[in-house]
C-alpha cells in the first residue's frame, strides 16, 4: 500500500498569503495519479486537481499542483478567506487508493 | 443537476448489517465506474470500494474484503453498498463517489454526495 504522509499537520496564515502544502508518497505513484481536495467542516470534499497538476473544473488559478519525484505539491498563490479548510491529497494509480491524512490551513 | 444522493445509515450493532444507496442523477451513470470512501468522525478519508460500469469487477479495501459487497443497478441509476459483520471502527460517513468515464474524461472522483452517516455501537 500507497503511504501518503502531508506536512505540515496545520498551517496557520493569514489572508493573501502564500500557502505551501506537501505530500509524499512512500513508493512511485503510477502515473502520477495524484489528486489534491479541500473540505470544509459538514462538507463532502472538493476535487482541487488531478494528475498532480491540472486543476478541476471551476477551480481558480490561485490552486497550483507540482512534484518532483515522490514528493507532491500543492500551492494557494494568495489565500483568501474561503480558502481556510483541509486539503487532502489521494493516490488513485495504484490499489488499494489511499489518502494522506490531511493538512488543515486556519486563519492565523 | 448532476448529483449523487446517499440513504441508508444508521445506527447498528456491532455484527449487524446495514446496506448503502447512492442514488446519481444528471448524467450517463452507466458510463462511471462508482466508489465508496469513508470518514470517520474528526478524521480522514478512506477509500473502501469500487465498481465498474456493469458491475462485474470490484475492488476492495482489506478492512472491507469478505464483510463489504458494492454493487449497482444500471437501470436505477443506484450504487449500493452492503455491509455485514459490522464493527464500531466501520464508523463514519460514507461517500458515493463518481469515477472514472469510459471515455476518460472527466476525471475521476469529481462528483461526491453529501453522505451518510454509519453509527456502530451497542
Known amino acids: 500500500e500507497i503511504v501518503l504522509t502531508q506536512s505540515p499537520g496545520t498551517q496557520s496564515l493569514s489572508p493573501g498569503e502564500r500557502a505551501t502544502l506537501s505530500c509524499r508518497a512512500s513508493q512511485s505513484v503510477t502515473s502520477n495519479y495524484l489528486a489534491w481536495y479541500q473540505q470544509k467542516p459538514g462538507q463532502a470534499p472538493r476535487l482541487l486537481m488531478y494528475v498532480a497538476s491540472t486543476r478541476a473544473t471551476g477551480i481558480p488559478d490561485r490552486f497550483s499542483g507540482s512534484w518532483s519525484g515522490t514528493d507532491f505539491t500543492?500551492?494557494?498563490?494568495?489565500?483568501?478567506?474561503?480558502?481556510?479548510?483541509?486539503?487532502?491529497?489521494?493516490?488513485?494509480?495504484?490499489l488499494p487508493y489511499t489518502f494522506g491524512q490531511g493538512t488543515k490551513v486556519e486563519i492565523k | 443537476e448532476v448529483q449523487l444522493v446517499e440513504s441508508g445509515g444508521g445506527l447498528v450493532q456491532p455484527g449487524g448489517s446495514l446496506r448503502l444507496s447512492c442514488a446519481a442523477s444528471g448524467f450517463t451513470f452507466s458510463d462511471y465506474w462508482m466508489h465508496w470512501v469513508r470518514q470517520a468522525p474528526g478524521m480522514g478519508l478512506v477509500w473502501v470500494s469500487r465498481i465498474n460500469t456493469d458491475g462485474y469487477n470490484t475492488d476492495y479495501a482489506a478492512s472491507a474484503r469478505g464483510r463489504f459487497t458494492i454493487s449497482r443497478d444500471n437501470a436505477k441509476n443506484t450504487l449500493y453498498l452492503q455491509m455485514n459483520s459490522l464493527r464500531a471502527e466501520d464508523t463514519g460517513v460514507y461517500y458515493c463517489v463518481r469515477g472514472i468515464e469510459v471515455s476518460g474524461t472527466p476525471p475521476p472522483f469529481d462528483l461526491w454526495g453529501q453522505g451518510t452517516l454509519v453509527t456502530v455501537s451497542s
Open chain 1, 74 to 94: 500543492l500551492t494557494i498563490s494568495r489565500l483568501e478567506p474561503e480558502d481556510f479548510a483541509v486539503y487532502y491529497c489521494q493516490q488513485y494509480g495504484t
